[in-house]
């Protein structure tokens, strides 16, 4: 049986409870010093300005000097997806964040310890050495299962060349059981981080420059009015927003007819409710 820190963790609950406004904050936070090599790299409700007013992460994890990543725990009740998006493009515009992890409040209950290591398994160097030894034994038996996976493949064809049947009836997936990468988690990043792709917020930023008095609750107001519920993000996985079809030729990106054709959807949308 595994031997229990108990100190460690009273150390790190009270810690978090200080600084934590949510129970998600909370057992979030004590799942990500659990595995740091190094605890004092994350940060809780840091104050950070922009253009359009100051915001506090959740939480601020030092990469490196040049790379700081925030950490937002989205409860159901306490965010709202577009405005949470108007934020995280200011935040990433005044280079305050190099990227930000969006992670939902029912990700977390279900169990923040693997939310906390998949989060930091881009940054190895980040990690306890035990934990970096235990995602290098996943690894490695998840290639064995699939190497399973793929011989019981070849046996299936072989049969079916054999003898004929129904294929479903004799695959056996020996990777079901595996745990599947973390859901309800996703990344946002700066646009001069070439290796990510795409950029985000640009579409938010260029509708603020275009109301430049306004603030984050007047622009998500005006934007509602506007275009309804779209956000930058439906528009992306919808593949209507196309970063290449925007862009002029001294290579700046200009929204303004995708702006107009927001418009007519909420437009023909109301007509199609009315009819």
Same mark, same amino acid.
């Given at each position: 049986?595994?031997?229990?820190?108990?100190?460690?963790?009273?150390?790190?609950?009270? @810690? =978090?409870?200080?600084?934590? +406004?949510?129970?998600? /904050? &909370?057992?979030?936070?004590?799942?990500?010093? $659990?595995?740091?090599?190094?605890?004092?790299?994350?940060?809780?409700?840091?104050?950070?300005?922009?253009?359009?007013?100051?915001?506090?992460?959740?939480?601020?994890?030092?990469?490196?000097?040049?790379?700081?990543?925030?950490?937002?725990?989205?409860?159901?009740?306490?965010?709202?997806?577009?405005?949470?998006?108007?934020?995280?493009?200011?935040?990433?515009?005044?280079?305050?964040?190099?990227?930000?992890?969006?992670?939902?409040?029912?990700?977390?209950?279900?169990?923040?310890?693997?939310?906390?290591?998949?989060?930091?398994?881009?940054?190895?160097?980040?990690?306890?050495?035990?934990?970096?030894?235990?995602?290098? @034994? =996943?690894?490695?038996?998840? +290639?064995?299962?699939? /190497? &399973?996976?793929?011989?019981?493949?070849?046996? $299936?064809?072989?049969?079916?060349?054999?003898?004929?049947?129904?294929?479903?009836?004799?695959?056996?997936?020996?990777?079901?059981?595996?745990?599947?990468?973390?859901?309800?988690?996703?990344?946002?990043?700066?646009?001069?981080?070439?290796?990510?792709?795409?950029?985000?917020?640009?579409?938010?930023?260029?509708?603020?420059?275009?109301?430049?008095?306004?603030?984050?609750?007047?622009?998500?107001?005006?934007?509602?009015?506007?275009?309804?519920?779209?956000?930058?993000?439906?528009?992306?996985?919808?593949?209507?927003?196309?970063?290449?079809?925007?862009?002029?030729?001294?290579?700046?990106?200009?929204?303004?007819?995708?702006?107009?054709?927001?418009?007519?959807?909420?437009?023909?949308?109301?007509?199609?409710?009315?009819?």
């Amino acid at each position: 049986m595994q031997k229990v820190d108990w100190s460690g963790f009273a150390e790190r609950y009270c @810690q =978090a409870v200080s600084t934590a +406004e949510s129970p998600i /904050e &909370l057992s979030m936070q004590m799942a990500l010093q $659990r595995v740091l090599k190094e605890p004092d790299r994350l940060v809780a409700q840091v104050e950070l300005e922009t253009r359009r007013g100051v915001f506090r992460p959740d939480f601020l994890l030092s990469i490196t000097p040049a790379f700081r990543l925030a950490i937002e725990c989205d409860g159901k009740d306490y965010h709202d997806p577009l405005r949470d998006g108007f934020r995280d493009a200011f935040l990433l515009a005044s280079r305050s964040v190099s990227a930000i992890t969006r992670i939902s409040g029912r990700t977390i209950h279900a169990s923040s310890s693997k939310v906390a290591i998949d989060v930091l398994s881009e940054y190895p160097h980040l990690l306890k050495d035990e934990v970096t030894q235990i995602l290098k @034994q =996943a690894k490695r038996e998840k +290639e064995e299962r699939y /190497e &399973l996976y793929a011989e019981a493949c070849r046996l $299936r064809e072989r049969y079916l060349e054999r003898e004929g049947g129904d294929s479903e009836s004799y695959l056996i997936d020996y990777t079901s059981d595996y745990p599947a990468t973390v859901t309800g988690l996703f990344q946002r990043f700066r646009a001069d981080i070439k290796t990510h792709s795409p950029p985000f917020g640009a579409l938010y930023i260029q509708f603020a420059q275009a109301n430049p008095s306004s603030s984050i609750d007047a622009l998500v107001c005006l934007w509602r009015n506007l275009f309804g519920e779209v956000t930058e993000d439906s528009l992306l996985e919808r593949g209507l927003l196309d970063y290449g079809v925007y862009r002029t030729k001294q290579g700046r990106l200009d929204f303004r007819n995708l702006f107009s054709e927001m418009q007519a959807w909420k437009q023909q949308a109301a007509m199609d409710i009315g009819s």
